[in-house]
């Protein structure tokens, strides 16, 4: 299971490894960039002092002093650049250049252009409302191999606890660079308000212990609130044993339960032996959620006293216990496309995780409807229940459903939603922000519902675009995110290099119309996919926890999760 994950994040460094090659050092003494003299060019005489420029810290609009000799001579035939922006030169000596800071620079490479010929000095920073949280200290997740090769690696989900510490998922198993050979970190972990890794008390009873964790990727956590499993949570994902000791134990299917201190919700059967001398194997402990499918779960959402599920998955299993032996347990299939609905909080304990047939199941055909054409890639869950779907179907369940749908309460199709011709290609996130009633999507799109939208649309809870928003335009890549904050601000990351004419390398922030905030782009380069973010209030400032799969931020190593601070 882990060979498509370690090819996944060897890839992905491979990438991110070749792309920081490309990326300005903020290092005093490095200074990157392709030879200038390269290909028979005949050398200027340029060059970039080890000195960083003074300031070094500089905002918008202000004046700087750099460091470079040999421009003197071309004053008449050059250009100077802040992250790829021109700026306006004040003064130009011998071994000097005064520039001020381009209205809209952000944090990058300093650069000279003359003669065809291009020369990179040092990175400037620039202060601006946005920045890195400092105090938010965490090593990030990795994957560690069988040849202790570590990669970067994803984190899916993060949920926020009543004591204000949090659970993050994923496909990783070292995080924090905690791994050991006996107990790694099986795509979950405990992380502190300020991010630090919180290790288990073996002594304490009450601390949080998952042990070894899941064998595979968990993409979702969710705490239940209500009922007799109150306090306890659900994870979902690709794994078949959490904390399992046994090799090659398979007794979970893609999702479980588990204690509130982070043990498995676990209950003792009898099981048919059919070696009876040996006593150990009359009896088994099994998970006492008993369902799953044989596929993965891209998504969980507990609404009430059910779990709905979404994912790559085509069938749903239930483990027969009664026919089962302590190493063999047999299954219990019905064909379920891509969801399904599974009970909680059931008044018999041995019900916990049976398939509920009044969703998205048809009694005649004994298996579900088609649902999608195609797979889906994200989806949320509305206040009433209902979840809305994205990915790459034009259809569900055999009704037009361009890229996006809504799903009522039975799994049928709400032909209320009014997305009328959705999207004209993917859609890769689905975000809700329950605050400003809006659902913001990402993807490989160009337009949605006959409307030019490059990448990102609002949608109202009905369906309908949001008039007053206006995506802008943008170069060479995609948006995959889009999440807005309760201020009505919206982030924005993916591939794509600028917006409106702008350099925004990833990662932008803009105004609930579309438009670039103000004084909060001034960070640099970002390079991965956000896939979840947490806001929080500090005082008169907003907190933001990313989570995710990248390597970068504002030109800095990050693994996965990071804080930033956002000023009024």
Not at 350 to 356: A, I, K, R, S, W
Request: proline share 4%; net charge positive; charged share 15%.
């Amino acid at each position: 299971m882990f060979n498509n994950y370690k090819n996944i994040t060897r890839l992905s460094s491979a990438l991110i490894l070749l792309m920081a090659l490309t990326i300005y050092s903020c290092k005093k003494k490095e200074v990157i960039g392709e030879d200038p003299y390269a290909g028979g060019k005949q050398p200027l005489g340029i060059k970039f002092d080890n000195t960083l420029p003074d300031p070094a810290l500089a905002t918008q609009g202000s004046e700087v002093t750099v460091f470079v000799r040999g421009v003197k001579k071309y004053e008449n035939d050059y250009k100077f650049y802040v992250n790829e922006i021109e700026a306006t030169v004040l003064n130009l000596t011998d071994s000097t250049i005064r520039i001020v800071v381009p209205t809209n620079a952000s944090t990058g490479g300093l650069s000279v252009v003359t003669k065809e010929q291009t020369f990179f000095g040092p990175v400037l920073n620039i202060d601006g409302k946005v920045s890195i949280d400092n105090t938010f200290q965490t090593n990030g997740a990795t994957y560690r191999d069988n040849n202790a090769n570590i990669y970067v690696s994803s984190i899916n989900d993060i949920s926020t606890l009543a004591n204000g510490n949090s659970f993050v998922v994923g496909s990783f198993n070292n995080f924090d660079n905690r791994w050991t050979e006996k107990i790694p970190n099986g795509a979950i972990a405990q992380i502190d308000p300020n991010g630090t890794y919180i290790a288990p008390v073996p002594s304490d009873v009450n601390s949080v212990n998952f042990g070894k964790g899941a064998n595979g990727v968990i993409n979702t956590v969710t705490r239940l609130t209500n009922g007799a499993n109150n306090g306890k949570y659900i994870v979902s994902g690709d794994f078949t044993s959490f904390n399992s000791t046994r090799p090659n134990r398979i007794n979970i299917s893609g999702i479980t339960r588990l204690n509130s201190n982070g043990t498995l919700d676990s209950t003792v059967i009898d099981v048919i032996n059919p070696t009876p001398n040996v006593l150990s194997k009359n009896r088994d402990t099994v998970p006492s959620f008993n369902g799953g499918v044989i596929g993965s779960i891209k998504k969980s959402f507990v609404f009430g006293d059910r779990v709905y599920i979404v994912g790559s998955f085509q069938y749903y299993v239930r483990r027969f216990y009664e026919r089962s032996t302590y190493d063999t347990k047999i299954g219990d299939v019905v064909k379920m496309n891509q969801m399904a609905c599974l009970k909680i909080n059931e008044a018999n304990p041995v019900d916990e995780g049976d398939l509920d047939l009044t969703f998205h199941y048809n009694s005649t055909t004994k298996q579900s409807p088609a649902a999608g054409n195609g797979s889906i890639r994200d989806a949320i869950q509305l206040p009433d229940g209902k979840l809305v779907l994205v990915g790459e179907f034009t259809t569900f369940n055999g009704q037009p459903a361009n890229h996006i749908v809504r799903i009522n309460l039975d799994g049928s199709v709400d032909a209320s939603f009014n997305t009328g011709s959705g999207a004209d290609n993917d859609i890769s996130s689905i975000t809700y922000n329950a605050t400003t009633n809006k659902i913001m999507v990402a993807g490989l799109f160009k337009n949605f519902n006959g409307s030019a939208k490059q990448g990102v649309a609002m949608l109202e809870l009905n369906g309908s675009l949001t008039p007053t928003f206006n995506f802008g335009t943008i170069t060479t890549g995609t948006p995959t995110y889009a999440g807005q904050l309760n201020s009505g601000k919206i982030i924005v990351s993916g591939s794509f290099k600028t917006y409106n004419g702008i350099v925004r390398q990833g990662f932008m922030i803009i105004n609930a119309d579309g438009s670039l905030a103000a004084g909060y782009n001034n960070t640099g380069q970002f390079i991965g996919n956000i896939y979840k973010m947490i806001e929080t209030t500090s005082g008169v400032n907003t907190k933001v926890t990313l989570v995710g799969f990248f390597a970068r931020f504002d030109n800095k190593t990050f693994k996965s999760i990071l804080r930033i601070t956002l000023k009024p």
